[in-house]
């Protein structure tokens, strides 16, 4: 039996096919944009192909993400944290805290051993503490988001931020430039800033081990050796960090199939 | 170079009226902000002549700049300055300042010359923060609320928006107003956010114009609620350069339930006329 997660992103959209609630057959993700049903439809068909299936091999789609009550295809949702805690357990089964995140929301969660959850915080107001933040400074620096991470690791200084908001810390980083601080140092500035609002969130709902990331920030080893530092404890990055929702979705999908 | 729509006329003034060298005491005020910086003379407590320009990458520049633009066509000269106080976030880094006054002190004081000793109430719209201040009859500070960190309810957020719409900054209050009806806010609170949402409502076919008004409404809702935490006293002055900015001011106006003040002068220039005055009373207590 198949099922299939539909995460709607605030810039991504990402499908996972899943066989019998177990077995994952397919990822793929497309740009939002200004056309989120066509950018859905599209991810979906590529999803199909991938694992060689047809829409009417797929029994029930579930929705997540800021966007959830838009998704073509989904009968049912269910919230981006639930879904999160599901997919992290399912990949990680150790997972008791998960921090997500995305390119315009932060949240940590606190879940037990059958992915349920406990407690949780949200920034979905502020872009300091969200994947936007990046994609700004990574602009200011003229750097690509990719090169942001790699570029902190060979910092040598460490040179502080004033400023949290995002608009302000973009000017911040032109003047730090024109003071010629190097891209490195800047870049690692920039890490610090973002793990240290993320690592305020997840004090405010505690963490326990195992703590996992998810979601495109992820990606970036410095963010996650800055993390590693500031918690004082093991931060595991998921496989495929991104699409943790969209699993936890087809996960959810099965659940509601009654599969086991 | 392409147009810089954020970019704000920067200008100078003498008055017509008064000359200096009669004057007691001739004192100068530089607002060195994170945006703009203004430097004002007054003789005997009366505005003489100002500059109001944008602030550089360097404070101290910035205000040896201003000053001499201020100076220009006049003439008076910097050592005929009794004395010099230097406000504003660079207030530190004035190379001919005598001395240093808080920007919250300034513009309550700045405000009570602008606006008259009735006004209770000042919300200072800077360029990176929005502070309101209560104040008494001499222009004296109450107590203050101020958000420094946020670029929601500053100039800067306002500049964003101009520069996405491409509309001149001066321009956004008259044409906020040019819609058929008033849309809802933007709801989003940070500007990366709202400019996320602007773009999804021009794409979805809101003409620029209503994209400015719902800016502008988010703006004063986000100002009224500071407001709100200090509580409004009348009379009520809106100082620094959002001021100028009808759509924000009209709108903030009508969810207040009262109407702003009209000023002397430019409302960019109140922290200056407070440094300025400030320096005064130092003369006259003979402390310069």
Redesign the interface.
Known sequence: MITAGIDMGAKNIKVVLLEDGRKVRARAQELGGTDTRGATEKAFNAALFQAGLKMADVLHVTSTGAGRANAPYARDSVTEVGAAARGAVFVHPATRTVIDIGAEEGKTLRCDAAGKVIDFAVNEKCAAGAGSFMESMARALEVKLEQLGPLSMKSTNTIPMNAQCAVFAESEVVTLVHQKHSKEDIAKAVHDAIADRITSMVRKVGFENDVVLIGGVAKNPAFVETMKRNLQTEVKVLDEPEYVGALGAALVAADNEGVK | MAQEFWRWNEYRWTSPDIDWKGARSVTCGVDVGSVSTQVVIMADGELYAFSNQRTG?SSPESAERGLKWALEGTDLTLDKIHYTVGTGYGRVNVPFANRAVTEIACHARGANFMYGPTVRTVLDMGG?DCKAIRCDEKGKVISFLMND???AGTG??ME?FAELLQVPIEKVGELSFQVDQEPAPVS??????AK?EAS?LL?AGWPKNKVLAAYCSAMAHRIFTLLERIGVEKDFAITGGIAKNSGVVKRLEKELGLTVAAPKADPQIAGGVGAALFAKTLVEKGKA
């Open positions: 990458s990176q960190k946020c670029a800067r957020g964003v989003s609170t940070c500007v990366v956010f996320t999804g794409r």
